[in-house]
């Protein structure tokens, strides 16, 4: 038989067991106990959102399979629904579909420059500027430091009032 003295121990690890069986059987549930956080839509409005899903596809112009493979978890039957009431209202109302304008396609120098673009704003923006200004100059047929007194001029001037606005913040 077990001594007087194990029977504190066995509880204890009872009850450690039965918390980390809990824990366990909780954290395994917790796909189930996430979708509580979401509001379930109710049918009314996911027809509705299936019409007016409908309804724009028609008016972009596109075919109601199209607008079927892009949706595929909305409501076909609210799909349909919107699809063909624009239909009808554009056919009264003889409203043409709406083209998008059309994109322009991007050249191979275009694409290497989005490669090399930097990521930061601050860099894209001085990119920018650097290619504006360099453009600038190749139209006026100018150098751009002989234009505004020495570019470098501008920055070491910065740089000095930079300077003297830290000193100025320290005393």
Same mark, same amino acid.
């Given at each position: 038989m077990s001594s007087p003295s194990s029977t504190p121990i066995l509880r204890?690890?009872?009850?450690?067991?039965?918390?980390?069986l809990a824990l366990s059987f909780s954290l395994s549930a917790c796909d189930y106990v996430a979708s509580f956080t979401k509001p379930k839509q109710t049918p009314e409005e996911a027809k509705a959102e299936g019409i007016a899903l409908g309804a724009g596809c028609r008016q972009a112009g596109q075919s109601l399979e199209d607008c079927y493979q892009r949706n595929p978890d909305k409501l076909k039957a609210g799909i349909f629904a919107g699809w063909k009431d624009m239909h009808e209202y554009m056919a009264a109302k003889n409203i043409p579909t709406v083209v998008p304008p059309p994109v322009p396609e991007k050249t191979e120098a275009d694409t290497a /420059?989005?490669?090399?673009?930097p990521k930061d704003d601050r860099a894209a923006r001085r990119e920018r500027r650097?290619?504006? /200004?360099?453009?600038?100059?190749g139209k006026d047929?100018?150098?751009s430091k002989s234009k505004d007194g020495g570019g470098d001029s501008d920055r070491s001037s910065r740089r000095n009032r930079d300077r003297d606005d830290s000193s100025a913040s320290k005393k």
């Open positions: 204890s690890h009872g009850v450690k067991l039965i918390a980390m /420059k989005d490669k090399e673009a650097e290619r504006e /200004k360099a453009e600038q100059d047929g100018k150098d």
